[in-house]
């Protein structure tokens, strides 16, 4: 039901990801909802922290605290001005609680399902990087995994042209 949901936005800060947001944006989120944004960054952080989130990821981050470049910093996470627009718009426009989760090392697919399920996802929304035949044959498509093995309804948002 619309007001209460959890959903999850996968976010890596790409014009993929960036585009996938606005979409969950305008077509999903309604007032009252959680917007999950879950960032898996396959570099580690440091060394104590990394081995203590490796499984579960790191606390949960509430908007107010997102936006300060110092938290940004001490995470690892490069985020940008239109990015942090767009939450900060839509938390108080539509009155969404806008909250981050971070991921560190593995395999991003295998992350993102660990988020559907520990955040108790109704929803995920992912950009799609627009791989081609050869090269999604190869290096496999996050996406399409996600949506294969996911518990929950998965929108992939392919790229503008």
Known sequence: MP?????????????????????????????G?????????SNSLDESRNKLWAESGCPLIPLDEFKEPEVLKNYGVKVDAEVLDMLD??????????????????????????????????????GSRGLGTVQRILLGSVSAYVMANAPCPVTIVK???
């Open 3 to 31: 007001g209460d949901r959890n959903l999850g936005v996968a976010m890596d800060f790409s014009p993929s990801s960036r585009n996938a947001l606005k979409w969950a944006i305008d077509n999903l989120v309604d007032d």
């Open 33 to 41: 909802d959680t917007l999950y944004l879950i960032n898996v960054n």
């Open 89 to 126: 718009t839509i938390s108080r426009q539509k009155k969404v609680r806008v909250v981050s989760k971070l991921y560190w090392g593995g395999d991003a697919r295998e992350k993102l399902l660990d988020a559907v399920q520990d955040l108790k996802l109704d929803s995920l929304v992912m």
């Open 159 to 161: 790229e503008k042209h």
